[in-house]
């Protein structure tokens, strides 16, 4: 299945979760905001969150400074 992930097109293994993408790009355990089509996808549901074929997923990663 073909996504649009930051701006850029991404294939994925069919079916995908949003907790399934944010452990295969290296990010599980860090501070993330996802949006899936538009929608705030809250930590709550990162699990059950399913992602579709065509889906447009954008993902901040909190960086920490000083």
Known sequence: MNIVLNGETRTLEAPSSVADLIQTLGYAG???????????????????TRIDDGDRIEIVVAVGGG
């Open 30 to 48: 860090k501070r993330v905001a996802i949006e899936r089509n538009g929608e705030i996808v809250p930590r709550s549901a990162h699990q059950d």
